[in-house]
């Protein structure tokens, strides 16, 4: 950046330069023209003061460009530009008004007005081109011999060829300049970009997209009723104790660059990484609604559930004897959604209760399963098929917790399914064929169809 400042300095320096160079051909052009056209005649005094003082405004105005600090350089240029025209108006009078010269140096103040100033400075330089004309009355007046004098004409000539000669050198260096500033530009950009790319993996999408787009105003803190997902692989520390590191980190690389693939095609937002757990927000930044934000979070789930039996097969053939299997949590409440840290650092998460129940579900889970707590099972139970496991005591919470273990979508059992449940006023009901014992079957299928003949008879 610092290299950058410095070209983009020196390039500026030069293009002031470039400048100073160019207004100063057009005043020495002035005073050459006025010598020029008095060495064939008698100099008088005037005369001669007046070539003396045009060389001396020459020398002295260009040096106080050159030297002049750059932030006041094109300021310094449009007031000097206008005293050039003042004094270009009074140096033709000395020749007469001959036609070629002051043709040349009016096209001259013509194109330097309308090159550093517009049409703006145009008006302001031509009034004051004629204001030295005007000023020229106070010495003299000229005889407006509008004639063409060879000496005073090939003078003006030379010096006009020489300005539009310096003049395009100038234009020519500050186009290759452009080239070479566009050039970096783009080399920088492409770079930025490079970094920017980098800089987005390590990064939640949420916290990439608004920053990304200047909403950093959107990651505030706020309470909201999100779904919050943990999961981590049982068993995994053990086995990274068995096998190379470089084999851990690509079987660890795999299976989350998978996981997340899962995410992303669920609209999840990827909280944070840890080691070979997951935890997952619903329903923070891209809220579909409460429901709809819990259905796609148990959705989710499911399919890593299944995505996690490809794995173990894939694994299996690379050498990993024991199938890897994941534990997941799943919890919905009121959580506190924002950024937190410092001026220096700061991380996009969700605090609460709520989150803290989400992790002791995923550590209470076993291997495989997906446990979830009352308040999500509320939610998703007319999509997703789930066993009522009862209550369990967790960490850090006083009273006992209701759960239930996902089984699966109801649209996805057809004949396979196992568990059936239906819950409304006044009866409830809960049916586990895997885990009935065969002799209680005939006394199940007897109870349930004397509780089917006495309904059919209230209802009769």
């Not at 390039?11 to 160079?21: G, Q």
């Not at 990484?273 to 819990?294: P, V």
Request: aromatic share 10%.
């Amino acid at each position: 950046m610092k290299q950058t400042q410095t070209l983009e300095a020196i390039s500026s320096s030069k293009a002031s330069l470039h400048k100073a160079e160019s207004r100063a051909i057009i005043c020495f052009a002035a005073a050459a023209t006025v010598s020029a056209g008095s060495l064939l005649s008698n100099i008088s005094q005037l005369e001669s003061i007046v070539i003396a003082i045009a060389f001396a405004y020459t020398l002295v105005s260009y040096a106080v460009l050159k030297w002049i600090s750059p932030h006041r350089f094109e300021t310094a240029l449009g007031q000097l530009s206008t005293a050039d025209a003042v004094f270009i108006g009074f140096i033709l009078s000395f020749v007469e008004f001959s036609t070629l010269p002051t043709v040349l140096f009016i096209l001259m103040i013509q194109f330097n007005s309308l090159i550093i100033g517009g049409v703006k400075k145009w008006l302001v330089n031509n009034v004051a081109f004629i204001s030295g004309i005007a000023l020229t009355f106070l010495f003299w007046v000229p005889q407006w011999q509008f004639t063409i004098d060879l000496s005073s004409g090939i003078a003006a000539i030379i010096s006009s060829i020489a300005y539009f000669c310096v003049y395009g050198l100038n234009i020519h260096s500050q186009i290759h300049r452009l080239e070479v500033g566009t050039k970096k530009l783009q080399d920088e950009k492409a770079l930025q970009k490079m970094r920017t790319y980098k800089l987005s993996r390590y990064l939640t999408p949420t916290v990439w997209k608004a920053v990304n787009e200047g909403r950093e105003d959107s990651l505030k803190t706020e309470r909201k009723r999100i779904s919050v997902f943990f999961s981590d692989i049982e068993g995994f520390s053990s086995l990274s104790e068995e096998l190379e590191s470089e084999t851990i980190a690509g079987l660890l690389n795999h299976y989350l660059s998978e996981m997340s693939k899962i995410v992303a095609d669920f609209d999840g937002n990827i909280d944070k990484f840890m080691g070979d757990g997951l935890m997952i927000i619903f329903g923070d930044a891209q809220t579909k609604g409460l429901k709809a934000d819990c259905v796609r979070c148990v959705s989710m789930a499911i399919e890593m559930r299944k995505k996690m039996k490809e794995l173990q097969n894939t694994w299996f053939h690379q050498g990993i004897k024991k199938p890897l299997r994941i534990r997941m949590g799943i919890n919905t409440g009121y959580c506190t959604v924002g950024t937190f840290g410092t001026n220096h650092y700061m991380d996009y998460t969700a605090l609460g209760t709520h989150v803290n129940l989400a992790s002791r579900l995923e550590s209470a889970a076993d291997p495989g399963e997906i446990l979830m707590s009352h308040e999500t099972w509320s939610l998703i139970k007319d999509v997703v098929m789930c066993r009522d496991k009862g209550e369990i005591t967790v960490k850090g919470f006083s009273h006992p917790i209701k759960v239930y273990q996902v089984v699966n979508f109801r649209k996805d059992l057809g004949r396979n399914q196992s568990y059936f449940e239906e819950n409304s006023e006044g009866f409830s009901m809960h049916l586990d064929l895997d885990k009935i014992r065969n002799y209680d079957k005939e006394r199940i299928v007897s109870s349930l169809k004397l509780i089917a003949d006495r309904l059919k008879n209230r209802l009769g």
